[in-house]
């Protein structure tokens, strides 16, 4: 409403009736006429309402905030259906929606308001100088033959490992590792990020690695008997499991920087800032970078790669480092915006885990060349990873559902959870039940079945013999998890173990050592 006459947006007709504030009268052809040089001339909103505030209109299911001389666009953000964004005290605010249309949207409600100016993509990808707290030497290079040394395995994130497993297994040990959250508010406020209590573990010879993702923590246990080696905290929540590289355990977190701790021992070598910035912000009831570190690190030929920010849409969008990881000093930046002239996936999406695909990195169908950072056409190989619409590493879609989540894809295998090898790929639905395709011969696919609607497959590692699975079993009484093996041969149940609590999202790591596996009460466990 403005100067005694109020708009009404027409839904899917593109236009606006405009009516007389003090009767609701329609205006006459002339009044009309010029009225309609001081309003915006709406377009189909759909489900969702444009507002005007002051100068101000507010074209909420684009992200478009529109004044005389003046467009602004905000892709992190796709307003409510039905309330679309409520202006109030200087900000707006926003619901959280469950729709398909805007990739790129932050999950969550969302408050959002001025930050003074964008930075540009130079901004972005300006050097920082990382922050010497110790020293790395060839001494501190841990001998391991351990392959599960990343988040899904290794740089791949095809969640595979090169060993068989047993007919039967037994667990060797179980160990709680991380202190229970205190009920209150703040408690709450965790528990809506909807994330699992530990991270996926990660493997030496020696020790599982994993993190405590609330308490902002990296906790090394012996495998032998699950006893605390040693803790790292970090300055914010850590998403995602560390990564392996030598001795050095690389580690990234929502403050925006990635920490470099000796395996042995856990002593600080250095922290490098990944985020453009030092701006903060609240998520979720903790103070964070406006461009966390998603994901994790990376670590491909020699060379360590880290992500940061929440969504191309929102602060200047995505920052990706190539950095050396024995010292944090940068190779290469790569910013990826909103809109650009170098960006060839044109549509904008979330942050997410990065993988390696071939010689290139890819984060959210965006290929960068793994040496130079150069943005690539997506190259014409067999198989390559399809990530859905919120990527490897989103584990929104085992609390609300996958609607938005879309489905991960390899080789002809598409599900919710995902493995893949050199010789098949694996995927599963939401109870279990998925396909194994013999990536050779990609007409041959073998079902397995899965379980009561009342199991959830949330993690898949294919070995050389049988394909595991793990997630929860979410009965009325008591939610209890689940880790089993599926012969690759014909699709059954070869062995199935049953734990009183829920298994953390993508919570396994295998190799010849055995099977870890990580925890919604914040235990660890063994199995051999």
């Known amino acids: 409403m403005a100067d005694g006459i109020v708009s009404v947006g027409l839904q899917g007709r593109g236009k606006v009736a405009l009516l007389s504030a003090e009767d609701g009268k329609p205006l006459d052809g002339e009044a009309v006429a010029e009225a309609g040089k001081k309003f915006y001339r709406f377009r189909n909103h759909i489900c969702t309402p444009v507002m005007r505030v002051g100068d101000f209109v507010?074209?909420?299911?684009?992200?478009?905030?529109?004044?005389?001389?003046?467009?602004?666009?905000?892709?992190?953000?796709?307003?409510?259906?039905?309330?679309?964004?409520?202006?109030?005290?200087?900000?707006?605010?926003?619901?959280?929606?469950?729709?398909?249309?805007?990739?790129?949207?932050?999950?969550?409600?969302?408050?959002?308001?001025?930050?003074?100016?964008?930075?540009?993509?130079?901004?972005?990808?300006?050097?920082?100088?990382?922050?010497?707290?110790g020293k790395y030497s060839d001494g501190d290079a841990v001998a391991s033959s351990a392959t599960w040394t990343s988040a899904r395995g290794d740089c791949q994130r095809g969640s595979s490992a090169a060993c068989d497993i047993p007919g039967d297994v037994d667990v060797v040990w179980q160990r709680k590792v991380a202190e229970d959250i205190r009920?209150?508010?703040?408690?709450?406020?965790?528990?809506?990020?909807?994330?699992?209590?530990?991270?996926?573990p990660v493997l030496t010879d020696e020790l599982a690695i994993v993190g405590d993702i609330d308490h902002n923590e990296i906790v090394a246990v012996s495998l032998e008997d699950g006893s605390v080696k040693w803790r790292f905290t970090t300055g914010a929540r850590v998403d995602s499991a560390p990564t392996l590289y030598k001795g050095i355990c690389l580690i990234g977190d929502h403050s925006g920087y990635v920490y470099a701790v000796k395996i042995n021992g856990g002593e600080l070598i250095y922290k490098a800032r990944i985020a453009p910035e030092e701006k903060r912000m609240l998520s979720y009831g903790k103070v964070e970078s406006v461009w966390p570190v998603i994901g994790g690190v990376m670590v491909a030929d020699g060379r360590a790669y880290a992500?940061?920010?929440?969504?191309?849409?929102?602060?200047?969008?995505?920052?990706?480092?190539?950095?050396?990881?024995?010292?944090?000093?940068?190779?290469?930046?790569?910013?990826?915006?909103?809109?650009?002239?170098?960006?060839?996936?044109?549509?904008?999406?979330?942050?997410?885990?990065?993988?390696?695909?071939?010689?290139h990195l890819m984060v959210m169908e965006h290929w960068l060349d793994l040496e130079t950072g150069k943005i690539c056409p997506k190259p014409e190989v067999p198989a390559t990873l399809t990530t859905g619409l919120e990527g490897v590493y989103s584990w929104n879609w085992t609390r609300v559902g996958h609607r938005k989540f879309g489905r991960l894809g390899y080789g002809g295998a598409n599900g919710n959870a995902i493995s893949w090898n050199d010789k098949y790929a694996a995927a599963s639905n939401h109870n279990g039940g998925g396909t194994i395709v013999n990536l050779g011969k990609p007409a041959e696919k073998k079902a397995f079945q899965g379980e009561p609607r009342v199991y959830l497959a949330t993690c898949m590692v294919l070995c050389n013999n049988v394909l595991l699975q793990g997630g929860a079993i979410c009965d009325q009484q008591d939610d209890k998890g689940f880790i089993r093996a599926i012969s690759l041969e014909d699709g059954k149940v070869v062995w199935e173990q049953k734990f009183d609590t829920q298994l953390a999202f993508n919570g396994l790591a295998v190799d010849k050592t055995g099977i870890v596996a990580s925890f919604n009460d914040g235990s660890v466990a063994r199995l051999k």
């Open 183 to 200: 009920p209150g508010t703040v408690q709450r406020d965790w528990l809506s990020y909807l994330n699992s209590r530990l991270t996926a």
């Open 58 to 133: 507010l074209n909420n299911r684009g992200g478009n905030l529109s004044k005389p001389g003046e467009d602004t666009n905000f892709g992190g953000a796709r307003a409510a259906c039905l309330t679309g964004t409520v202006p109030a005290y200087g900000a707006g605010y926003i619901a959280q929606n469950w729709c398909r249309c805007s990739p790129a949207q932050i999950a969550g409600l969302i408050a959002i308001g001025p930050i003074g100016k964008m930075p540009t993509a130079e901004e972005m990808e300006k050097a920082v100088e990382p922050i010497a707290c």
């Open 307 to 359: 992500t940061a920010g929440r969504s191309q849409g929102s602060d200047g969008g995505l920052i990706v480092r190539a950095f050396q990881p024995e010292t944090g000093k940068q190779i290469w930046a790569k910013a990826l915006p909103l809109n650009g002239p170098e960006l060839v996936q044109k549509r904008p999406k979330r942050n997410d885990m990065l993988t390696r695909q071939g010689k």
